[in-house]
């Protein structure tokens, strides 16, 4: 199964400044690869699909970037909203990998 | 509004059976393929399988093949599924999700928690 490596595996930020996160998988997925935001007692929220479409109503302040075996996704102009737990998520091959996250603590 | 809930969770003992059910509404059932990913506090979030709009394809994470099985009834709007010979490591949360064509999974229910000890 493709492996999915997330950094880092915790940042931390304030509110304003730029955060930015790596996923790399262990062979190319192309583009068919996503990002959640989740937070405690919540559902999962999808960010980014093929690896840069904002997902509804998304703020353009999160982006997504990469192909291939490396990904970013930027959060420009944190909010104190933005904490969570971030995953990407490859879908070009079963099983769809999840990254094991990126926790995002807001100063 | 696009609603998923979740239920059928609880405590079990190891070995034991569970059937998680997952009802929808609000939108053409019929039309979408649904995953079921959990959440465990040591391991994040694990994609756990997949079955296609009829029905007709079914994918499972390595982790639960040949223990656990997805299906789905169109007429009532409701994807199931069976988990089989429970270890304590499939303690979690459980979450299904819808997957439009050429998307994410954009809508998650709740979740339904599930508890393997003796």
């Known amino acids: 199964e493709i492996v999915m490596t997330q950094s880092p595996g915790t940042l931390s930020a304030s509110p304003g400044e730029t955060a930015t996160l790596s996923c790399r998988a262990s062979?190319?997925?192309?583009?068919?690869l996503a990002w959640y935001q989740h937070k405690p007692g919540q559902a999962p929220r999808l960010l980014i699909f093929d690896a840069s479409k904002r997902a509804t109503d998304l703020p353009a302040r999160f982006s997504g970037s990469g192909s291939g075996t490396e990904f970013i996704l930027t959060i420009n102009s944190l909010q104190s909203d933005d904490f969570g737990v971030y995953y990407c998520?490859?879908?070009?091959?079963?099983?769809?990998?999840f990254g094991q996250g990126t926790k995002v603590d807001i100063k | 509004q696009v609603q998923l809930v979740e239920s059928g969770g609880g405590v079990v003992q190891p070995g034991r059976s569970l059937r998680l059910s997952c009802v929808a509404s609000g939108f053409d059932f019929s039309t979408y393929a649904f995953h079921w990913v959990r959440q465990t506090p040591g391991r994040g979030l694990e994609w756990l399988a997949v079955?296609?709009?009829?029905?007709?394809?079914?994918f499972y994470a390595d982790s639960v093949k040949d223990r656990f099985i997805v299906s789905r009834d169109n007429s009532k709007n409701t994807v199931f599924l069976d988990m089989n010979s429970l270890r304590p490591e499939d303690t979690a949360i459980y979450y299904c999700a819808r997957r439009p064509v050429g998307y994410g999974l954009d809508s998650w229910g709740q979740g339904t928690l599930v508890a393997v000890s003796s």
């Open positions: 998520q490859q879908y070009n091959f079963w099983p769809g990998t």
């Open positions: 062979q190319s997925v192309f583009g068919n």
């Open positions: 079955i296609s709009f009829r029905g007709g394809n079914k």
